[in-house]
């Protein structure tokens, strides 16, 4: 590398931009080409940045959208890596190249021990991609995908269409709206599967971290329901995550965290919560886990075996009052 220096950027506080000497890349930024006076083309790293002291980045060979709603500010980059990714208030959602563990991961656990999996909500997912694997299984009748942010489903719909492929399907009911509200709804027919695949725990997603929301869950959830929600990084957000397992057991009988590797979020190490009113992680049905293994890039029997092995410093951290 001839150069690196931080680019002092008026448009956002919080990401950071890094340019790189190359005769053959271009440096754009988030609204299109900037001309830096340099006499070297250049290339754009854009930066997560984590409570100031850690960066995750990716380098960008496009900017595709960026857009500010009533709640959030979307972004679309195409990455030299990765493929396209989706940023969400400069927080990396999920990449073309690295969404298939998140996705896979979040419906497959709890579709294939399921007693009954025909009608699903999934909160937030505005990507497309928990939709996607959800509706993969012909026996599943209806699912509600309700996300609060119609811009996050319109730019995926446009920018990440590789992820999201189930959107014109006949069982997919798409509400854009505030998915904690709906599950307080009293007029539902129950759910045998809830996924709350929403962002992290600021803007509007704040509300999916606390114990009315799943309290509401519990109730909107049939007699052998299944919950599983993303629950953060155990490491860089170990608080979050800890109370977050400690608030479903609380609610729901049975409770496991369960872990995997996802290479474009904070800290690597990815955490999800499984709580139902009575069945087991280990209760796999052998024709849904023989679907899903036919279909999964990741995830397979042993995968989801192996994923609800806890680390000792979270065992200690549950156990302790």
């Known amino acids: 590398?001839?150069?690196?220096?931080?680019?002092?950027?008026?448009?956002?506080?919080?990401?950071?931009?890094?340019?790189?000497?190359?005769?053959?890349?271009?440096?754009?930024?988030?609204?299109?080409?900037?001309?830096?006076?340099?006499?070297?083309?250049?290339?754009?790293?854009?930066?997560?940045?984590?409570?100031?002291?850690?960066r995750f980045g990716a380098k960008t060979t496009r900017t595709l959208f960026v857009g500010q709603s009533p709640y959030q500010k979307v972004s679309v980059f195409e990455t030299e890596a990765l493929g396209k990714a989706l940023m969400i208030d400069d927080l990396w959602m999920c990449a073309e190249g690295d969404e298939k563990t998140y996705h896979e991961m979040i419906t497959h656990t709890a579709i294939t021990t399921?007693?009954?999996?025909?009608?699903?909500?999934?909160?937030?997912?505005?990507?497309?991609?928990?939709?996607?694997?959800?509706?993969?299984?012909?026996?599943?009748?209806?699912?509600?995908?309700?996300?609060?942010?119609?811009?996050?489903?319109?730019a995926c719909k446009k920018y990440l269409p590789e992820i999201g492929t189930a959107w014109d399907d006949p069982r997919l009911n798409v509400v854009v709206?505030?998915?904690?509200?709906?599950?307080?709804?009293?007029?539902?027919?129950?759910?045998d599967i809830i996924l709350v695949?929403?962002?992290?725990?600021?803007?509007?997603?704040?509300?999916?971290?606390?114990?009315?929301?799943?309290?509401?869950?519990?109730d909107r959830l049939s007699k052998d329901g299944i919950l599983v929600t993303q629950a953060e990084s155990p490491k860089l957000f170990y608080e979050t995550h800890i109370e977050l397992v400690k608030?479903?057991?609380?609610?729901?009988?049975?409770?496991?965290?369960?872990?995997?590797?996802?290479?474009i979020y904070a800290g690597a190490l990815w955490g999800w919560v499984y709580a139902t009113k009575g069945?087991?992680?280990?209760?796999?049905?052998?024709?849904?886990?023989?679907?899903?293994?036919a279909r999964c890039e990741i995830y397979n029997r042993e995968i989801h075996l192996g994923a609800f092995a806890v680390p000792n410093f979270i065992k200690r951290a549950l156990a302790a009052k």
């Open 279 to 293: 069945t087991e992680y280990t209760e796999i049905q052998d024709d849904l886990m023989a679907l899903a293994e």
């Open 247 to 263: 608030t479903l057991q609380r609610i729901f009988p049975v409770v496991h965290p369960f872990y995997q590797t996802i290479l």
């Open 114 to 154: 399921a007693k009954k999996s025909e009608r699903v909500l999934i909160i937030g997912g505005g990507d497309g991609g928990t939709a996607r694997e959800v509706l993969s299984y012909k026996h599943v009748k209806h699912v509600d995908l309700v996300e609060i942010d119609g811009m996050v489903i319109e």
């Open 1 to 54: 590398m001839d150069m690196e220096r931080e680019l002092s950027c008026s448009w956002r506080d919080g990401p950071r931009f890094f340019c790189e000497a190359s005769e053959t890349r271009e440096f754009l930024s988030p609204t299109g080409t900037f001309e830096t006076g340099d006499k070297v083309e250049m290339a754009l790293w854009y930066d997560e940045v984590n409570k100031d002291s850690l």
């Open 177 to 191: 709206g505030d998915g904690i509200a709906w599950v307080k709804r009293e007029d539902l027919e129950p759910y």
């Open 197 to 218: 695949d929403g962002s992290d725990p600021v803007g509007p997603a704040v509300g999916l971290f606390n114990e009315g929301f799943y309290k509401a869950c519990y």
